[in-house]
């Protein structure tokens, strides 16, 4: 599955024109917005899987994993699974000095949830999509959320 998100990576970068990039040149709030986006469609593509219903369920559905303080539980559940440089981009991205915040999430909430999609920008960015999807699914399954 990872071939096939390089796939498609690397198909919009040439449909573009986009070169490559240094990733130590990107900083942690920009690997969290693409992170978040990744993040987004990886559960949007669970939920679709598990059966065609409403767009307003699924997005109910989809909401309730997305949010800050799911992140910040998520990230927490698979700290020991990090490898050192995993915890240094999560680190990052969580010290990173944002000046929005989330709806209805507290402030500690919040910025573990920024430097979870930090490190999910860099595995999506560095080609490592398999370890995202893993990261996910484990940390997932440790909060006993069913999709």
């Given at each position: 599955m990872s071939e096939q998100i390089f796939a498609i990576d690397n198909y919009?970068?040439?449909?573009?024109?986009?070169?490559?990039?240094?990733?130590?040149?990107?900083?942690?709030?920009?690997?969290?917005?693409?992170?978040?986006?990744?993040?987004?469609?990886?559960?949007?593509?669970v939920v679709v899987g598990k059966g065609n219903t409403k767009a307003a369920t699924?997005?109910?559905?989809t909401s309730k994993i997305v949010k800050a303080e799911t992140q910040a539980k998520l990230v927490e559940a698979i700290m020991d699974?990090?490898?050192?440089?995993?915890?240094?981009?999560?680190?990052?991205?969580?010290?990173a000095k944002s000046f929005t915040m989330a709806k209805n999430?507290?402030?500690?909430?919040?910025?573990k949830a920024t430097g979870f999609e930090a490190l999910a920008g860099y595995l999506y960015v560095t080609d490592r999509f398999d370890r995202l999807v893993e990261l996910t699914k484990e940390g997932l399954k440790r909060l006993d959320i069913a999709l």
């Open positions: 919009i970068k040439t449909a573009f024109g986009i070169g490559e990039v240094d990733v130590r040149t990107y900083s942690p709030l920009t690997l969290a917005y693409i992170g978040d986006g990744i993040f987004d469609l990886i559960i949007r593509s699924l997005h109910k559905r699974m990090l490898t050192e440089e995993e915890h240094d981009v999560f680190k990052r991205g969580r010290n999430a507290s402030m500690s909430d919040y910025r």
